[in-house]
Structures are given as C-alpha cells and as structure tokens.
C-alpha cells in the first residue's frame, strides 16, 4: 500500500513568481475572488507535518485568535468514538477519514450517516472534524475526509487542484460507509463546508446513493475562478490567469520550481482587505490553525476550477433534499443563493444573521446544528 509522502518535503519549491503574477492581473489590484477562491482556506508557505486531531500540537508563538461566539474548532466529545480510516478511491489513491460513531449507539442495527468535507485546500482537523463530532452526538456516524492530494491523503503533486478527483473522493467515502456492518447503505448523506460545498454537489449528481445534501458558507469553486466575487474578474483577467497557468505549465515540465498561489496572507498590513482578515483570524491563530495545513493549490492546476460546473443539473439532485447554509454577512452568500434558486424541491435556504463566512467553520454559538440534524433526520428517515 502506498502512504502519503512526508509532509516536509512536499512544499519545497516555491518562489512566489505565479503568485505576484496574477496579482498583476488587474493593473496592480489583487483580484479578490480569484485569490480568495484559489483556496477558499489559506496557504501555508513552509514545510507541514501529517495532520493530527489534536489541538495540543497547535504553536504556542501564534496569536490567540477571536475565540468570541463559541469559536471551537478544535472540539472533541466524550460521546463519541473517533477512529483513523483509510480507504481507496476509483483512482487508486488512499483517502483518510476520522469515522465518528455514537457510544449509545447499537452497532448491530443499521444507522444514518454522512460524510463530512473540509473547507477547499484546508484539511479534515479544520471545520469537517468539528461538524462530523456534533452530528455524531445526534446520534449519526460521520466521516470527515481529507481531500486527495491534501493532509494526510494520498496524491502528486501536493496540492494539485483536481476537482473530478475531489468529487470522486465524496463517492468513495460513500463506498466505505455503505461497507460498515452498523451503517444501512440507503440512508447515507453529504456534508460540504466552503469548497467542499460545490464538490458534494457534484458528487450527488451522478451518485443517488447519496440521499441528502447540505453545504454551509459554500463556494461555487468553479464559478469564483471565472468569474470573480460579485463578478468582479473581466474576461481579459481570465485569459490572463490562463496564460500565466499555462506558463507554468511549461517551466514546471522542463523541470523548474513548482508555483502556489493564492491564500490568506502571513502578515495583516493597512492594506489588508476584510476577506484576508477574515480568513487570517481562524488559519494563522491558534483559533484554526493546524500544523497540516498546506492550503496553497499549485498556479499551474488551479485553472482547472475554471471548468468546473457543479450547479449545472442541480435540479437533478431531485427528489433529494438539499440544504444551503450561509451567514448574512458572508462574502460567499452569492454562491448559496444561486445554488438555492437552480436547485429543485426539495430545497430549503437558512441565512444566519450576524454571520459571516469563516464564523460558520466554528463558531458553535452561531452554526445551526439542530437545523443540520433536524435536515439529515428528515432526509436520510431516521426514526425519531
């Protein structure tokens, strides 16, 4: 069985040209929508070690963070049983999970489940573990994954933007719950946060042994790399951003330094925007960060989202229920609108008041969990 290559190797080349190029998209002006959606998590720009559930291995140089509103990414529960699964998906490759099963759970009967993913570049340990915890003390198992070619999952070169591997991962995880004595395979649901919210879209339009779908704060990754936040992308800065892809493309074949690109910024400065301040309080804390997280998608993949539709067919999700969460604040409730007005019935929109984008990743006091379970229980049947 091949294993994840170790962590202190895998970002090694970097020189920033790619990224400074595409800040000069726009004369000068970053492009927000692009940077932002270039991993809708940030960037780390050094070595990562595999990624662990622990918080104790969070650095104790970094900034406390904004712990306000019940800020817990990190949470655990004594109600619950976490174990490491690792299982393939149609490409080959190993995928790793954490599976949450209720303790009072009866584990000769057939329960509801759900995969779990995390934000887009981001690894499992942040916002997915959290989500799949308070749902398992609802009384589902869950399983939060780490998406192929990011944390501890396999795949080269390190975070390479594959979205048709990203979606083919939700699938898999669904192969493996339907695979558990204690799981019935009839009553399994998809749980996307930010990225991962436009990739279980996708996953459940060619796969209806997934019954029931939700996403909160979701990215639309493939319409943010087109078009920009709000539209904002002209269509010369996309053909821009292509060129410079294709560049690369280039350079990296006659065997020259790999290129990351966008993410949250290391240092706040004046100039910093809302967004990078935003992302920059739960990644770059000791609010969110994780010693994994290595969020920076190669420049040279990254315009593979620009061919990535996942609201097309929406509605032939249909008869399955889908849930859109999103904050009232968020920078991203475009994208769950869109998808809430495309979607056929079923389908139910919950805006949160005072929310932003990254305050859904943890902020127990504000993420709607019983909306979440009380979803789930209707659409995967679980007898009350």
Same mark, same amino acid.
């Given at each position: 069985? /091949?294993?994840a290559p170790d962590m202190t190797t895998r970002l090694t080349r970097r020189s920033g040209r ?7 998209? =726009? ?9 932002? =959606? =270039? ?6 720009? *050094? ?26 990414? !990190? ?8 174990? /490491? ?30 995969? %779990? ?6 690894? /499992? ?22 998406? @192929? ?33 204690? %799981?019935?395979?009839?009553?399994? *649901? ?11 879209? @996708? ?13 909160? @704060? ?25 060129? $410079?892809? $294709? ?5 990296? !074949?006659? *065997? ?42 190669t420049l040279s993949s990254n315009v593979r989202f620009m061919n990535f539709y996942p609201f ?5 999700? @249909? ?11 968020? #920078? ?19 805006? %949160?008041?005072?929310?932003? #984008? ?14 979440? $379970? ?7 049947? %679980?007898?009350?």
């Open positions: 069985m /091949k294993t790619g990224h400074h190029a595409l800040m000069q998209l =726009a004369g000068g002006a970053t492009v927000i929508g692009l940077l932002a =959606a =270039a991993g809708c998590a940030p960037v780390e720009r *050094g070595s990562a070690a595999p990624s662990s559930s622990s918080s104790t291995q969070q650095s104790a140089s970094l900034a406390e963070g904004d712990r306000s509103r019940g800020a817990d990414n !990190f949470y655990t529960s004594d109600r619950v049983t976490v174990e /490491k699964v690792t299982f393939s998906n149609q490409y080959q490759m190993n995928v790793t999970g954490n599976l949450f099963v209720p303790n009072n759970m009866d584990r000769s009967t057939k329960n509801a489940a759900m995969v %779990v993913g995390h934000p887009m570049g981001a690894v /499992k340990e942040q916002s997915a573990n959290l989500y799949a915890a308070k749902l398992a003390e609802q009384g589902f198992v869950t399983l939060s994954l780490d998406l @192929s070619y990011w944390g501890e999952s396999e795949g080269e070169p390190r975070n390479l933007v594959a979205p048709d591997v990203y979606t083919e991962d939700f699938s898999a995880a669904v192969d493996y719950l339907r695979s558990r004595s204690f %799981v019935d395979p009839e009553r399994i *649901g998809a749980l996307g946060v930010c990225g991962s919210g436009s990739f279980v879209i @996708s996953a459940a339009k060619i796969d209806p042994r997934i019954k029931a779908v939700a996403t909160v @704060s979701m990215y639309d990754m493939g319409g943010v790399n087109r078009n920009g936040l709000r539209g904002a992308m002209t269509p010369e800065q996309r053909q821009q951003a292509l060129a $410079a892809a $294709a560049q690369q493309r280039d350079v990296e !074949f006659a *065997g020259g330094d790999v290129e990351y690109i966008g993410g949250t910024p290391f240092e706040l400065t004046d100039e910093s925007t809302a967004i990078d301040r935003e992302f920059y309080d739960f990644y770059r804390t000791a609010r969110g960060n994780s010693p994994a997280t290595s969020t920076q998608p097309e067919e929406i509605e032939t999700i @249909s008869p399955r229920p889908m849930l859109f969460i999103t904050g009232d604040q968020a #920078h991203s409730r475009e994208f769950s609108e869109q998808a809430y007005q495309l979607a056929a019935e079923p389908k139910q929109l919950v805006t %949160v008041p005072a929310a932003g #984008h990254v305050d859904l990743y943890d902020r127990v006091d504000l993420i709607p969990f019983d909306t979440l $379970a009380t979803f789930f229980q209707n659409g995967l049947n %679980v007898q009350q």
